[in-house]
């Protein structure tokens, strides 16, 4: 995000030209587009974690009782 403080102030500054107005607007919405696929997967992850977690005990405990507390 720091390095789009710069574009924001290009883009005010009221010597630059429509075209650079344009190429720094799409800069700043393409960082705003990674930060919220980063939110996004972090979210993914968030959710799907406990369930990957609860899977995993299942199985332990599947597994143990089986093995009825014997060790391999």
Do not use: C
């Amino acid at each position: 995000m720091q390095d789009s403080l710069p574009l924001r102030q290009l883009y005010l500054h009221p010597a630059v030209s429509r075209r650079r107005r344009t190429q720094a607007s799409s800069v700043l919405k393409a960082d705003q587009g990674k930060e919220i696929a980063a939110v996004s997967d972090l979210a993914i992850f968030l959710l799907a974690f406990p369930s990957f977690m609860a899977a995993i005990l299942v199985a332990v405990n599947y597994i143990n009782d089986e093995l009825k507390g014997q060790w391999i």
